[in-house]
């Protein structure tokens, strides 16, 4: 099983609105990703987790707040998002950062923000 | 940082071979994935070379040449069903074993 699934599929905010996109595995994979895709264009690597620790933070503006509650889980906070956030968000995890293993996608949140 | 190119676009028949390219610059080169990516859905991982050669999955194929910075995806006897974005990622251990993608290339199969 290499499933890795995401909630919502699609979410429409608002600027003020608070909302969380949640993604899950249970694959017991260590290394847990969020990508930005916007239209016609490759994934752009966010935020990565290690063994729930935040390993990289690729310059994401503070209105995206990951967080990694256990091994199973990584949730992406948003919050006063702009329209041009507006984008598929995709997680992605794998057994962890060292050598050999490939990254699993999950289908994507997609995002409007109006 | 890192640059990987590969072709915006290529058209192919059904039944026919086609070959994406991809070439890069990375300065701690561990790993080159291949992905297939249909419009709005999530990549699906095709193929992964770390050590040069070429790798045979069914009718994918992937070759790597470390020292040329370069590799391929070969798609045989194409169907309709392989019209989607290719994407080329390279994993870097000087930063973190994170992959940068490519910018893929769509290929579309005309019957």
């Known amino acids: 099983d290499t499933e890795v699934t995401q909630t919502p599929k699609h979410l429409v905010m608002g600027m003020t609105n608070k909302k969380s996109l949640k993604c899950e595995q249970h694959?017991?994979?260590?290394?847990m990703y969020w990508y930005k895709q916007k239209a016609k264009k490759p994934p752009e690597l966010m935020f990565v987790?290690?063994?729930?620790?935040?390993?990289i933070n690729e310059s994401v503006p503070s209105r995206f707040s990951p967080e990694c509650p256990n091994s199973s889980l990584l949730n992406l906070h948003l919050h006063a998002l702009q329209p041009e956030d507006s984008a598929l968000y995709l997680c992605?995890?794998?057994?962890?950062?060292?050598?050999?293993?490939?990254?699993?996608f999950g289908p994507g949140t997609r995002l409007l923000v109006l | 940082g890192q640059n990987i190119d590969q072709p915006t676009e290529m058209t192919a028949t059904e039944g026919a071979i086609v070959q994406i390219n991809c070439t890069y610059q990375?300065?701690?080169?561990?790993?080159l994935f291949w992905y297939q990516q249909h419009a709005g859905e999530a990549p699906t991982f095709l193929s992964y070379?770390?050590?040069?050669g070429l790798e045979e999955k069914g009718r994918f194929s992937s070759f790597l040449s470390r020292s040329k910075g370069y590799s391929y995806l070969l798609l045989k006897e194409l169907q309709m069903k392989d019209s989607a974005s290719y994407l080329c990622?390279?994993?870097?251990?000087?930063?973190?074993?994170?992959?940068?993608f490519g910018g893929g290339t769509r290929v579309l199969v005309k019957p």
């Open positions: 694959m017991g994979h260590r290394a």
């Open positions: 990375t300065s701690g080169f561990n790993g």
């Open positions: 987790y290690s063994y729930e620790k935040l390993s």
């Open positions: 992605a995890s794998s057994q962890d950062l060292t050598n050999q293993e490939t990254q699993y």
């Open positions: 990622a390279v994993r870097d251990k000087a930063a973190g074993n994170k992959l940068t």
């Open positions: 070379n770390v050590l040069d």
